[in-house]
């Protein structure tokens, strides 16, 4: 069974974790994770590239000269493709490039890029990840203090919004904050560490392990924590909880 070492907020171990077998030590299938960071890219992809054809563009009711007699190539409209200001001959149009995967096979490729941050130890688990007030230099001293290179990407998914974290996080560049809901392979692959809590681990565990919905793990979590306000994913969450979305709401 995997483990990882639990740090406090002072980058001292003071706890070892015991990982789901099934989620955080499965051996990571290389193509599974090509389709569905491919699928990603391609659906974040908005398809609005649109050019006029020769039918659309303003003009060319006339025809330019007569038929015969002229020795020229007999021409209809001078909006022809060959012309200038003429239409676009095959340029794009609208369309959607929405490419889906089957729910089993991205849930396959968010525990395939978990269990291989676990295998090279670039998954830190931390006791809590809370801030009492917002600083830039305390994110800073907590990253220096925790196992981390300098330098490196850093992920942090929280099990609910933590205004403070968000905000001390937000001015560093190689630093960002989710909500777990939020989980997605390519900011998995994209982050060279993963941080996150152990609420956060429970909460992945029960969605991607027990199989339960996004909606009763955060629920869970919030009667272990007592935290009545935390943040509960809506409906859709439960089958894309593990998607990414066009329009980055990774923060948490």
Known sequence: ??????????????????????????????????????????????????????????????????????????????????????????????????HDVPKKMRRLAIRSALSDKVANASLIVVNDLTMETPRTRDMLTLLGKLPTDEGKRVLMMLPQRDENVVLSARNVPMAKVQHVSSINVIELLKHDYVVMPVQTVRWIEMVFGEGISAEEASLKIAEVSGTADAVVPDEEANDKVEESTASDSDEA
């Open 1 to 98: 069974m995997p483990s990882t070492t639990v740090y406090n907020m002072a980058g001292e171990a003071i706890d070892q974790l015991e990982l789901s077998e099934q989620v955080f030590g499965v051996t990571p299938n290389v193509s599974v994770l090509h389709q569905v960071v491919t699928a990603q890219l391609v659906n974040r992809r908005q398809g609005n590239a649109s050019t006029k054809t020769r039918s659309e563009v303003s003009g060319g009711g006339r025809k330019p000269y007569k038929q015969k007699g002229t020795g020229r190539a007999r021409q209809g409209s001078t909006r022809a493709p060959q012309f200038r200001h003429g239409g676009i001959a095959f340029g794009p149009r609208p369309h959607t490039y929405h």
